[in-house]
């Protein structure tokens, strides 16, 4: 199938082929100019026929018989007249056909501008899906980022013997997750509870009221139940490594609640537990 140029190349030699107003008038002006010279022809003719008589040497003894109508002065009217009808009607179809191809031209021309509008608006659509897809495979990438880094910092608590914040931090409260928490909403996702948060609380929140022998509970607003540090020094003491371990990091969460007992450092926890504590038993 050709192309538009292509189209547009073949009309528009098509019209150099069609003769311009111009050409027509210098044929006009050719074909006048043989009319007026077979016109003194026949004048001349006419006058030598009149002057030398039938028989004459002039005449050459034969008489000329009648002349042709197209070289009458009538028919030499009507060439005349049917040479100028012609041209007006070939100027006015060199006109029509000009038009029609002007019209044409314009019609092709609208048609290879939508194409190529198109053409356009596909190849910006193209990009804009793979620019979408790129920075969806970019949030992806930073959402696993993400949740990799959470793992991260709940093993270093939990390395650091900080159970119950860990606990609270695979929950997906505290301070600490607040960073991540920003972090995943301008990704647009939600922080998540890691995997086996929820028995991790179980566990710790059953051996701190075993410890303590009360209702402990560990959840948003941190740990509640946990009674005064001067309450748990016994327990403090007599419980090992492991249990000191658990119940300085419960204590130093503390309570977000109102009327129990915010959070203590390790080092004050370990003042108030020395001051109810016998000498003995340190």
Known sequence: MPSIDQILRERRRAARRVPTPAQEVARFARARASVVARRAAVTTTTTTTAKDPPGSAAGGGFSTGPVAFSQTEAGLRFADTTQRSLLTIQRQNAEALARKQHADDLVLQASEQRF?????????????????????????????????????????LMKQGDQARAVIFALGFGPENDVFDVRARALGTTVQELRGAQALRTTTQEALSRVLDRQVTIGREGVRGLGSAVGAARSFIQGGADVRTLLTSAFSVG??????????????LAELTAEVTPVGLL
């Open 255 to 268: 309570s977000l609640r109102a009327g129990e007992r915010p959070g203590i450092s390790a080092a004050r």
């Open 116 to 156: 190529v509008a198109r053409q356009l608006q596909k190849r910006l659509d193209d990009e804009a899906k793979i620019r979408a897809e790129e920075r969806e495979r970019v949030r992806k990438a930073n959402v696993n980022q993400l949740r990799v880094e959470r793992q991260g910092t709940f093993a270093a």
